[in-house]
């Protein structure tokens, strides 16, 4: 009985890992990046994420010295964010699939801003969004584009620049890592048999 037990727990295990990892999110923050100063350009590969045209910035810092803006108003949670410095800023995995949630975006300057955020596969586009931001306080935008290479954001008029802060977003993890785990819990299961 004992057996049994254990081979359907172990069974159980392996048909719910692949949803686990699959669901598996994170929130990013930014508030663990060093803002000396004005911050600077986001790290490639910060959590495992190219921010291409994004810096990111203490809002602390930034209001202390340029008033209430954005940066304020966008903060989540104390004290960075990150902010847009080109026209069509994206975020990408290196080619690796990725599952984008939500974010909260808040104009920089501007009083309400439509921003055309679209998430690609490869070169194909799979989704669109014009996400609609107020100045006045962080809009969290559900976005849900699932197994995407690739989210860019287009504002409505060059040089306009958004925040953003608590990004929900995930890797998709490869079929071999769902191999690797089996083949290790089955290892596991056999020692636990050969004891016995």
Not at 38 to 60: D, E, K, R, S, V
Not at 113 to 139: H, K
Request: charged share 10%.
């Amino acid at each position: 009985m004992n057996k049994k037990l254990t081979l359907r727990q172990a069974l159980v295990f392996l048909l719910l890992l692949p949803i686990a990892l699959a669901s598996f999110g994170e929130v990013i923050t930014f508030d663990d990046l060093d803002t000396p100063g004005q911050g600077g350009p986001t790290p490639l590969g910060y959590h495992g994420f190219n921010w291409m045209g994004f810096y990111y910035q203490n809002a602390i810092v930034e209001t202390a010295a340029y008033g209430t803006n954005g940066f304020w108003y966008g903060m989540v949670s104390p004290s960075n964010v990150i902010f847009s410095v080109s026209d069509m800023p994206e975020i990408n995995a290196s080619n690796a699939p990725f599952n984008f949630a939500s974010a909260y975006i808040t104009p920089e300057l501007n009083s309400n801003m439509n921003i055309l955020v679209q998430g690609f596969s490869g070169t194909e586009l799979l989704y669109s969004l014009t996400a609609t931001a107020i100045s006045s306080q962080a809009t969290l935008v559900d976005f849900d584009f699932q197994n995407v290479t690739r989210v860019t954001f287009t504002p409505p008029e060059t040089g306009q620049q958004f925040v953003m802060d608590n990004v929900s977003i995930d890797i998709i993890p490869e079929p071999s890592s769902f191999i690797l785990a089996a083949v290790g819990l089955a290892g596991i299961l056999g020692l636990h048999r050969r004891r016995r």
